[in-house]
Structure formats: structure tokens, C-alpha cells
């Protein structure tokens, strides 16, 4: 019986040639030449908005060539496609209740009160590190680098000039921080993504990546205290109309703190990502109503609070955009979320990606890729290597993040399955090389934007953003050292094997 249920299967594999390696490259090569066209010379920062989706669908199509032309059936390549959808439903759970309780922290004035208390770190004599450290906790707050950048991040520019302090460095401290927050939030799609495509779950990566992340951002704030400590400033930093905008806006109160610990006390305890997600957006709807009743008021768009506008107002909070107004232009896109409805451009990349996935790993072509791999790098340094490398590579040729994010994560997971590492190792690699080095690059989105909206080069920046590019060498240091290597256990339900 055995026999019988096999061998059709095993006639399956000898019928179909198995592909070389430049056919299971060709639909990789195929898309990053298609993204890069679509970015570099029609979208640009618009690229993500739907069309860089498309192109991973054409990605996909360009796989079922390929696929074709080796006999593999097209139901078999649909039918790995949906199990590829199937596996990141948890994913897409977690980030429908990311942008749930981004909206409910957002109104109740969690993440204002953050910033507020963040504020008054400033000092004159330590700038540099505080700048980082301001930048930290706001990014850690909003789960954004760009919000960051484009509000606190400008501020701090302008802050920077006044006292004689070079902006290259005051916008390399602002990223640093900006993207330590970046990749540490529950908030950000991009820490959200990584798990997503490399198998594993968002509060076991964030965990994992700490072990690297932690020492990077240290190394960084000693390396700025020691630039800020020889240098020498005029003038005051003078925070206090922003600081006003903030406490006119919102009731600020020490007690919103109650809620972020909460949440990080369920993590601590290994309670379900959902759970403690739905705990936080829910304890966040609470504080709205009990301490900034006049905002829910106003989200709802009634003169008075009853339970039907306040209902209304923390609906609106958790599901679509809101937007608080207060009296500094620059704070106005930092206080606006867009709620569970935000979250959905990140997974129609995610559904998209899991199109070109799908269909790679149903001709066989992850699995040769992987193979290649293994036989290329025969050590565990060399597969985190050639991780980094590629990430890094894609946000040169691909020019957006996501991207380095996605292609590298389906590209490696069975690698990284194949050489016994658990998953959280390539989701780690993936936010250490793919999320941060993209503002190193000019042309990329992250670099485009970042240097236009605080108005300084890339170039000008680039030596003095220390955590982004410190952050692949960190990455590729432990994995040389084999520190905190973690492997498949079939005891961890964090170590299961990635579905690539």
C-alpha cells in the first residue's frame, strides 16, 4: 500500500527534468528587472501604492513559464500558491490588529505622551546621543521611520542649525534612531514583513533580533556621545513650542504609560500575539474614552459624547484614518493614523509575494536555488552572508525595502531550513541588511525620501548614520562567532520549519 501511494509521485519527479540553476533564476533576474524599471523610471516613492504588487504577480507569471516548459501542472502551482497564502493568515491577523491599536494608542494619547516625555531629554552638551534616543522612542511609538523623520526628524534638523551643529551628522543620529525604532516596533510593516516571509512569528522575531539590535544601537549612542562631547555648540535647544502644541492638543498623563507595559508584561509571559495585540488596541479604546473624551468627540464628528459617538469614534480610531489637528504644522502627520485600513497595501504585498513564492517553490525553483546555495556556502556564515549580501544588493538594484524584505526571504528559507536554523535567524538577516540599508542608497525610496525631507544628501549622512550600516557587520559578527545561533527544534513552536 505504501508503494502504491508513492509511486505515482516518484514517476512525477523522474517524467520532469529538473531545472539548472539559471532557469530557476530566471523569473528572480526577470523581476528585479521589472521592479527596477517600475521604480527607478516611472514611480518612483509611488511604487509601493500597487504597481511593485503587480510586478511580483508578473514575477509569478514569468515562474509559471518556466514551469510550463518543465511540465509542472498549473493546478499544482495554484494549489502551492494557496498554502503559501494559507500560512501567513496569522501574519495578516497581526497586522490588521498592528494598525487596530496603532489608531486606539494614537487617540488616547499613548503615543503623544511618548513623544512628549521623549522631548524633554534634549541637552545641548549630549544632542547627538539624545537625538537618537528622542528618535528611538518615537519610532518605537509610531512604527515609522519616515513619520519620524518627517516631523521630530526636521525639528531636530532645525534645532541642529541653530547651534552650529553639522546637519550630516544631526540627520545620521536622526535615522539611527529613527530605524531602531523601526525595527523593534510591533507597529512597522517592515518588522511585521520580515516574520511574514521567513516563517516565524512577530514577537519571537522582535525578541530574537534584540540580541543583535541592542548592541548596534549601543555601540551607536557611545560612538555619538563621544562626537557630541568634542564638539562645541551656540545657542539653546528651545523645544518648548512643540511641547505646547502637544499638551494643548492632548491631556498628557504619566498613567497612559500603563497600557505599553501592560502589553510588553503579556509578551514577556509568551502570550499570543493576537491576544496581547487585542488586549493593547482594547485597554488603548478605554484610555481614548476616559482621557481624551473631546478628541473621540471630535473623530466622531459629534458636538456631544454618548455612547453612540463614542462608539463611532474608537470604531473610526481602529479602522480607517483619524487625524488629531494641533497648532504646529509639523506635528500634524505624526498625530494621524490610518488604522487597520493602513495595513492593507502591506498585505497586498504580502498576498502578492506569496503569488511569486508560491509558484517558485511549485517548479522547483526555491528548492534549486537553496540547493545551489548550500553547495556555494557550506558554512552557516556563509548562507547568513550571502543573505546579507543579497539584501543589500536588492536595495541597490530594486531600490525599495520591501522588496529586499520580500525576494530574499522566499529566496532563503529553505536554505536556512535545510542547514537546521530556525526561522527567526532569516528574519533577523532580513531586517538587519534589507530595513536599514535602504537609506544608505540614494536612489532607493528610503534614501530618496529621507534626504529630501530633511534636506541633506545622502552622501552627507551616510558616514554618520552609524546604526544603518553597522547593522549587517553586527549581524554577520555573531553569526561568525556562532552566538545566539538558534536552531530547529521541533519542541519550538517558534523553530518550525519556514513554509517558502
Known sequence: METEKHFPETEHIVKNRELNIWEALIPVFALILMLGFNVLFVYGDDALSGSNQFILLLGGAVAAIVGYFNKVKFDDMIDEVAANIQSTAGAILILLMVGALAGTWMVSGIIPTMIYYGLQILNPT?????????????????????????????????????????????????LSGAYFGDKMSPLSDTTNLAPAMAGTDLFTHIKYMAITTVPTITVTLIIFIIIGLNLDTTGTTDTSAILNSIDAA?????????????????????????????????????????????????????????????????????????????????????????????????????????????????????????????????????????????????????????????????????????????????????????????????????????????????????????????????????????????HLSSKSNSAKPAKA
Not at 143 to 155: D, L, M, N, R, Y
Not at 333 to 345: E, I, K, R, T, V
Not at 422 to 447: F, H, I, Y
Not at 460 to 473: E, H, K, M, Q, V
Open 126 to 174: 549630549i544632542f547627538l546621543a539624545a537625538t537618537v534616543v528622542i528618535c528611538s522612542v518615537i519610532s518605537v511609538a509610531t512604527g515609522s521611520s519616515w513619520t519620524t523623520s518627517a516631523t521630530v526628524g526636521i525639528a531636530l534638523i532645525g534645532i541642529a542649525d541653530a547651534l552650529g551643529i553639522s546637519l550630516g551628522m544631526t540627520a545620521g543620529a536622526i
Open 250 to 486: 492632548f491631556n498628557i498623563s504619566p498613567w497612559l504609560f500603563a497600557v505599553p507595559v501592560i502589553v510588553i508584561f503579556l509578551i514577556v509571559r509568551k502570550t499570543s500575539p493576537l491576544v496581547a495585540l487585542l488586549i493593547g488596541t482594547l485597554l488603548g479604546a478605554a484610555a481614548a474614552l476616559i482621557v481624551q473624551p473631546d478628541i473621540v468627540k471630535e473623530i466622531s464628528g459629534s458636538e456631544e459624547l454618548n455612547f453612540i459617538s463614542g462608539y463611532r469614534g474608537i470604531m473610526n480610531a481602529i479602522t480607517v484614518d483619524t487625524a488629531v489637528q494641533t497648532d504646529s504644522e509639523a506635528l500634524n502627520d505624526l498625530f494621524a493614523s490610518s488604522g487597520m485600513a493602513g495595513m492593507l497595501g502591506t498585505i497586498w504585498l504580502i498576498i502578492c509575494a506569496m503569488v511569486f513564492g508560491g509558484i517558485m517553490e511549485a517548479i522547483g525553483a526555491l528548492s534549486r536555488i537553496s540547493k545551489a546555495l548550500l553547495d556555494l556556502f557550506h558554512t552557516v556564515f556563509g548562507l547568513f552572508a550571502s543573505t546579507v549580501f543579497s539584501c543589500i544588493a536588492l536595495n541597490v538594484t530594486a531600490s525599495d525595502q520591501y522588496l529586499a524584505i520580500v525576494v530574499p526571504g522566499k529566496m532563503f528559507a529553505n536554505a536556512y531550513r535545510d542547514k537546521g536554523l530556525a526561522p527567526e535567524n532569516l528574519s533577523r538577516s532580513l531586517e538587519d541588511s534589507g530595513t536599514v540599508t535602504s537609506v544608505l542608497v540614494p536612489w532607493n525610496t528610503c534614501g530618496a525620501y529621507h534626504s529630501g525631507v530633511l534636506g541633506v544628501p545622502v552622501a552627507s549622512y551616510f558616514g554618520y548614520a552609524i546604526f544603518n550600516y553597522l547593522s549587517p557587520f553586527m549581524t554577520l559578527l555573531f553569526a561568525a562567532l556562532h552566538i545566539k545561533i538558534r
